[in-house]
């Protein structure tokens, strides 16, 4: 149980468009979802967290203007990456909490790579 | 601050050695404390966890106890295969914050035959 999916697992896109990376709890109900970023050989940063029917909260420093983020159900939370450019190329996972208390455990996605050219 | 602090990497170790990879934390309060582990190119799974003080966590022959009075969650395994080769970390859920974890930077170990 507790499996969290993620599409698509890589994608290609110019730079100037934008690309959007779906999460999806499968068997559980998920209030809570979490956005991270991770660069090559480095830990995860949380970019924001986002409940649903709610607006996300994005962590300092990251643009909520750019990372466009929707958690319209209790199983599916969007990432949108707005006007890509090279330097958000990342591999990017996401995180669903159970609807339970704060210290559920959370359940990670296998990632999606972003590549932008 | 809350913060993890791991022992840097990579570990490069031979198949049936003693494993051991150093976790600290900083914490306003008790936070519960986790292991995870990363293979390449593919997401987080939970490793184990713990709770409370003095809890262990164990699973697939890693054992991590919480020890309160050091701040810390090592992480040992009696005897690393090939197949354990990947990066792990240590994190720690602060409850106050809407339950956000806290990573530690990562620590590649490889296991060579």
């Known amino acids: 149980g507790a499996v969290v999916s993620q599409h698509p697992s890589w994608v290609i896109c110019k730079s100037g468009t934008s690309v959007k990376i779906e999460c999806r709890s499968l068997?559980?109900?998920?209030?809570?979802m979490f956005w991270y970023r991770q660069f090559p050989k480095q830990s995860l940063m949380l970019m924001a967290t986002?409940?649903?029917?709610?607006?996300?909260?994005?962590e300092q420093g990251v643009e909520k203007d750019k990372f466009l983020i929707n958690h319209a159900s209790l199983t599916l939370s969007t990432l949108t990456v707005t006007s890509a450019h090279p330097e958000d190329s990342s591999f990017y996972i996401c995180?669903?909490?159970?609807?339970?208390?704060?210290?559920?455990?959370?359940?990670f996605g296998p990632g999606t790579r972003l590549t932008v050219t | 601050g809350n913060s993890v602090t791991q022992m840097e990497g990579p570990v490069t170790l031979s198949e049936e050695a003693f494993l051991t990879i150093n976790c600290t934390y900083t914490?306003?309060?008790?936070?519960?404390l986790f292991w995870y582990v990363q293979y390449p190119g593919e997401g987080l799974q939970l490793l184990l966890k713990?709770?409370?003080?003095?809890d262990k966590g164990s699973n697939k022959g890693f054992e991590a106890t919480y020890r309160k009075e050091t701040t810390s969650f090592h992480l040992e395994k009696g005897s690393v295969q090939v197949s354990d080769s990947a990066v792990y970390f240590c994190?720690?859920?602060?409850?106050?914050?809407?339950?956000?974890?806290?990573f530690g930077q990562g620590t590649e170990l490889s296991v060579k035959p």
């Open positions: 995180s669903a909490r159970e609807l339970i208390a704060v210290g559920g455990e959370q359940y």
């Open positions: 068997d559980f109900q998920a209030t809570t």
């Open positions: 986002s409940n649903e029917g709610s607006k996300a909260t994005y």
């Open positions: 914490a306003t309060g008790y936070p519960s």
């Open positions: 713990a709770t409370k003080a003095d």
């Open positions: 994190a720690s859920l602060i409850y106050n914050q809407g339950g956000k974890l806290i």
